[in-house]
């Protein structure tokens, strides 16, 4: 029998997500964002999945819309990292793949590689992220230089990425999108700022294109944020099972550096997860987990491979029996608020030994 361990996705919540983001963005082209293997639900999958409901899809790099150009995925896609080295350039314009420019290398690149056909661009800019993208000041120079170019297609957009969204009380936001605003109307460009909290938070973000990511998945895009608030359902549960129950008598040890004891004679379980699987390590003792749908704590340290949990709540339990580390009934905000991350990581951090349902 296989490793307990598994991640469940669940399409049907993808769907609900993804009709929120319409009912935010009636008249917004929608650019899903599945870098980071769909934020770890698996991007093929995942692309399969909106390909027919989305304009276009967004990952980071070549090689992660490589493997979705060879699941015949033929939805456009875009690399927000753009590219790299110049030698990408002939594969880019092979599987029609549009790219972010971001800065001055970049356009050298094209400049100097000989290429079959032009490539579509997004032209970055720097709004107040101060991450990537040219400044305000440097956008009207640079966008003369893309217009004369024979390899960069027509019509070239413009993009930007706001930094403090998350935040509804932060004005940050709203400077950013006035900056960028005003830039795609004196350039006549087609715009794309709003990510998952500029979608839900910000309605003078959303632009022309809109960057729906994190919400995709369930997970509200808000500091402090509740998912069930914005009527997100959480896409990814992760699943195991009790693989093991002892009965330890009073002041015993458990785990490694013996950190966690028995406070009286008491059942603890044993779970077939670890930090090698995606769970954090930094979990403290009373992190909540379901057992049978009903939450008992962690005690001591996470293991690469297993945890451990009390059981006095549950003395009933046994071998076999269900276990949800996060998902429906124990969202993964909490579970990451607990272990001084935030859901994105934990998402992202499920390794691939896990088995994907």
Known sequence: ????????????????????????AKK???MAVVKANAYGHGAVNIAQALEEKVDALAVSCLEEALILRAANITKPIVLLEGIFEPDELPIITQYDLQIVLHNTKQIEYIAHTQLKKPISIWLKVDTGMHRLGFSPSEIGHVYKVLQRSKYIAK??????????????????????SRIFLDLAKRLGLEASLANSAGILGWHQTHADWVRPGIMLYGISPFINGVAEQEHLKPVMQ????????KQYQRGQAIGYGATWHCPQPMPVGVIAIGYADGYPRHAPSGMPVLVNNKRVPLIGRVSMDMITVDLRSQPNARIGDPVILWGNNLPVEEVAALAGTIAYELLCNVNQ?????
């Open 1 to 24: 029998m296989a490793r307990p361990a598994k991640v469940h996705i669940d399409i049907t919540a993808l769907q609900n997500n993804l009709q929120q983001v319409k009912l935010h």
């Open 28 to 30: 917004q082209q929608i």
């Open 155 to 176: 019509p070239i957009r413009l993009m930007s990425h706001l930094a403090c969204a998350d935040d509804c009380n932060n004005n940050i936001t709203l400077q950013q």
């Open 238 to 245: 992760l699943e195991s099972n009790l693989i093991n129950i």
């Open 353 to 357: 030994r896990v088995r994907l349902v």
